[in-house]
């Protein structure tokens, strides 16, 4: 029997990434090697033969997705109407969440300097983060994780081909940045080791010197203020 | 009521509310639950119990209760609240601590702020990849895009009329709104509004969009109710997609219409329903 064929037609048949575990349960006489060189195979030979659909390893699976040059026909099809992106502060939430995975909501709004429940609803909602249980700090705050949607969202096999931090890192320089960051702040509280400027304010219960609740400085505000894009 | 103080800028012939009598405020409740939220005046210059004394003696002087306006006075007395209780309570962020027990200085906050950089631009390249993504579509993604221009529709029967009412019926209303006052809507009306959408628009309508007050359930019944008639009287027709699906209203084409040539009077509507499980 004709194994490629088989996989062709399993392939075929699903609409999300198949994991090899999941492809072997129809083929239970085949060994488990046989069948992934069957897939690599069958990759190569779509590529070679230029077909308009490519096998792509994604979220741990196999799929077959429509070939990326010819999206601007397949657009056309779909009339304009493209899958939707998701917005600055869902991406930049979520790109909290899947480096610093499990994170509470708390962990998340520390890091962000926002309320972030909102974005976390619909990251949840759109089955990109989900819970994977509870943190043993004080009340036991949920944890949260990204998931298997996630992967195939960003067509990623598994959470180590994320980008490394410091890779990203290197697009910048850290020194440069930290040096503007410094300026605004100086300009927002007050030259260091005088916060008297402040504008946590003298009311009673507020903050004390040298001490400034990051909720006060939304981070990303600073951040565009300081450097901007 | 006494004279009230000009606040920059605010019209204050909009606030009606119950009038309170303080020191540093006198006028009607819900301007000054503006000005405060405005920071035009202090929340610790005012007197809450105070507020709500006068407020009980005002409502004892009434020989009848105005749900109402005593509804209104809860709200804003317990937004005045919650503000003057957080404004007491200490900032539990200050003095914030690091990982470490220290309190958050200068330099953990640039630290963290450099932190959170990192994943701005790390959501950045996540941005890039899912673009990049989208060019790659998995089977079946095309069914699930909307189809409404393509109405491939059949005919509904009464039963999937009454089934789908009875599912739009059994849907929760929204938690967070109510309704006091009784309105009243007039089938008449609501007959003459769905004759005129549909014929205003050649395409089939949702019956959905017919709704002006999703929330208001006798709207639904009595817009049923409207193109039941109309239907009965062979001007309107019904589509479903799917059993369970959205309704769609199209005027019936001139031939079908006049089959009955009833004119429209609320008294032909006795006609009996079939409404067996309605809830």
């Known amino acids: ?229 | 009521m006494n004279e009230l103080k000009p606040y920059g800028g605010i019209d204050t012939s909009q606030f009606r509310g119950h009038p309170v009598d303080l020191e540093v405020f006198s006028g009607p409740l819900d301007l000054l639950l503006h000005l405060i939220q405005q920071d035009q005046i202090e929340i610790w210059e005012i007197s809450i119990s105070r507020i709500t004394r006068q407020y009980l003696e005002h409502l004892q002087r009434l020989e009848a209760l105005n749900v109402e306006i005593a509804g209104e006075f809860l709200v804003m007395a317990a937004t005045l609240m919650r503000i003057k209780s957080q404004m007491l309570l200490p900032r539990p962020a200050a003095p914030e601590e690091d990982g470490d027990g220290m309190p958050l200085t200068r330099e953990g906050l640039i630290q963290r702020l450099l932190e959170y950089r990192r994943y701005r631009d790390a959501a950045q390249v996540l941005r890039d990849m899912e673009d990049e993504r989208r060019r790659s579509l998995p089977r079946g993604w095309a069914p699930l895009l909307e189809k409404s221009h393509l109405y491939p529709l059949r005919e509904a029967r009464a039963v999937d009329l009454a089934t789908y009412l009875r599912e739009v019926l059994e849907r929760p209303a929204p938690i967070d709104t109510h309704e006091v006052q009784l309105e009243e809507i007039r089938l008449e009306e609501k007959i003459e509004q769905l004759l005129a959408a549909i014929a205003s628009r050649g395409d089939p309508i949702p019956f959905r969009e017919m709704i002006a007050r999703p929330w208001w359930r006798l709207e639904w019944i009595v817009t049923f109710l409207a193109l039941l008639e109309l239907m009965r009287q062979g001007k309107a027709i019904a589509l479903q997609e799917e059993s369970f699906g959205d309704l769609w209203v199209l005027a019936a084409p001139p031939s079908e219409q006049g089959l009955e040539g009833h004119d429209l009077d609320g008294e032909r509507m006795t006609e009996p329903m079939s409404m067996e499980g309605m809830p």
């Open chain 1, 1 to 229: 029997m004709n194994i490629s064929r088989i996989l062709e037609a399993i392939l075929f048949s699903a609409e999300a990434p198949l994991t090899a575990e999941q492809i072997a349960f129809a083929l239970p006489d085949v060994p488990q090697e046989e069948i992934a060189a069957a897939l690599e195979d069958l990759q190569q030979r779509y590529e070679a033969e230029q077909r308009g659909w490519r096998l792509e390893q994604i979220a741990g699976g196999w799929q077959l997705l429509s070939h990326p040059d010819l999206y601007s026909f397949v657009e056309r099809f779909l009339e304009g109407k493209r899958r939707s992106r998701l917005s600055r502060a869902a991406l930049e939430a979520l790109a909290v969440v899947a480096y610093r995975q499990p994170i509470t909501r708390g962990e998340l709004e520390d890091l962000r300097g926002v309320d972030c429940a909102g974005v976390l609803h619909t990251l949840i909602e759109r089955d990109l983060v989900t819970v994977s249980g509870r943190s043993n700090a004080i009340g036991r705050p949920l944890l949260y994780k990204t998931t298997d949607r996630f992967l195939e969202h960003f067509g990623l096999f598994s959470l180590s081909d994320l980008p490394h931090l410091a890779e990203v890192e290197a697009l910048w320089g850290s020194e440069d940045v930290r040096t503007q960051l410094e300026a605004e702040l100086a300009r927002r509280l007050g030259p260091a080791g005088d916060p008297s400027g402040s504008p946590a304010g003298d009311r009673p219960g507020e903050a004390s010197a040298e001490a400034f609740p990051l909720s006060e400085v939304e981070g990303g505000a600073l951040i565009d203020h300081a450097i901007g894009d």
